[in-house]
């Protein structure tokens, strides 16, 4: 209702400077205001995205649905002035240069003055700690679990190689692509908010910074982010270790610890006294994973093949096969063959056929 207040200023036009009566309101930018459904994003090129309904909610900004040519997109937003979304256009420019396949699409993005940044990217589905959460005793089936691990391994290993740690590797931050682009079975990486590169314009690792503050998520910070240690690629290995065990037990030892320094605790002990408890029902190869990631230091380049092989290998021992269907998909139950979608995708077309 921007009109009501213009009775006013024409009673009284003399006591109105000019200039404020002839800038209309809505020309002036509210700074760090995010848009809403409805909503439509301009790009600089003039393209224009109509934003449909929240996806996600992040700490500084929020996730839409939307469409590219037909093509269903994410739009993420986020606050002018809070917004990460610089270092995460880095990131998914560099990985779209070095041909990545673990990572969105970037397909366009730009600032709308003052009020908020924004990137669209290719759409993914439901994220795996909330897949997880949705199966039975919390846990994937140990076929679907080693397949996330080889696939979020390699993501790791991806993003390393154009430079970047990622600093919060969490299940919650990795997702598999949507069924409409054939990529159900290929899970990706996303939120780079905290990302930093690691080496210089050498190809040299950039010297640690020895004490920096905490960075992460506490049930998967390294035992380094808990010293508040600057976090090299070992410190993502770690991380993904840890999400790695929770997908397979469906619990990890300190997950019920609320206070970071016993989390701490417990991740120490989990490699003293506690590590029977931590491991427990994991394949034997998990133990002497953590024992590889466990000797690299802050300069070292993980041997991310050596990792992959103990994963294969836990496989083989339990003739895992890759025809088998992925705890997401619906399974084709005896004569019954029910289509293969996840459950994102379903609960998509849910959310599109409510905005109509
Ligand atoms: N490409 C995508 N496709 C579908 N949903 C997405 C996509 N990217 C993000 N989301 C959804 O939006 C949520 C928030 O996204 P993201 O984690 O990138 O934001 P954030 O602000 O960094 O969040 P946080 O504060 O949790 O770190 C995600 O949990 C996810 O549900």
Redesign the pocket.
Same mark, same amino acid.
């Given at each position: 209702m921007a009109d009501t207040q213009v009775p006013a200023q024409v009673a009284a036009p003399s006591l109105i400077p000019a200039v404020v009566v002839a800038l209309p309101q809505a020309t002036v930018p509210e700074r760090d205001r995010l848009p809403k459904e409805g909503d439509e994003i301009v790009t600089d090129s003039g393209k224009r995205y109509k934003l449909g309904p929240v $996806?996600?909610? =992040? =700490?500084? =900004?929020t996730?839409f649905l939307s469409q590219d040519d037909g093509v269903r997109i994410?739009v993420?937003t986020?606050k002018f002035s809070k917004s990460?979304l610089k270092i995460e256009i880095l990131v998914l420019k560099a990985a779209m240069q070095a041909n990545c396949k673990h990572f969105?699409e970037l397909i366009d993005c730009g600032t709308k003055s003052k009020e908020f940044d924004y990137m669209m990217?290719? $759409? $993914?589905? *439901? !994220?795996l700690h *909330?897949i997880r959460c949705e199966m039975p005793d919390r846990k994937f089936t140990m076929n679907t679990a080693l397949r996330v691990g080889l696939e979020t391994l390699k993501a790791c290993e991806e993003l390393h190689r154009i430079g970047f740690v990622s600093r !919060?590797i969490k299940p =919650?931050?990795f997702?598999p692509g949507v069924k409409a682009n054939r990529q159900s079975r290929t899970i990706f990486m996303?939120?780079f908010?905290l990302a930093r590169r690691y080496i210089d314009k050498n190809n040299n690792v950039i010297p640690t910074r020895k004490e920096v503050g905490w960075r992460g998520t506490t049930r998967y910070g390294s035992i380094n982010a808990h010293k508040k240690l600057d976090l090299g690629r070992r410190d993502d290995l770690e991380s993904w270790f840890y999400g790695l065990v929770e997908m397979t037990r469906g619990t990890l030892s300190w997950r019920n610890v609320v206070e970071r320094q016993h989390v701490q605790r417990a991740k120490e002990a989990s490699r003293t006294s506690g590590r029977v408890q931590f491991l427990f029902e994991t394949p034997s190869q998990f133990d002497k994973i953590l024992t590889l990631i466990d000797s690299y230091s802050f300069e070292s380049a993980p041997d991310y093949k050596a990792i992959h092989k103990l994963l294969v290998e836990a496989r083989e021992e339990r003739n895992l096969r890759d025809r088998e269907h992925w705890d997401w998909e619906e399974e084709t139950v005896s004569t019954t063959i029910t289509t293969i979608t996840s459950f994102s995708d379903k609960e998509l077309r849910a959310k599109a056929d409510q905005s109509k």
């Open positions: $996806l996600g909610d =992040g =700490g500084y =900004g996730v994410a993420k986020e990460q969105c990217i290719s $759409l $993914l589905a *439901k !994220d *909330k !919060d =919650g931050n997702a996303f939120d908010g």
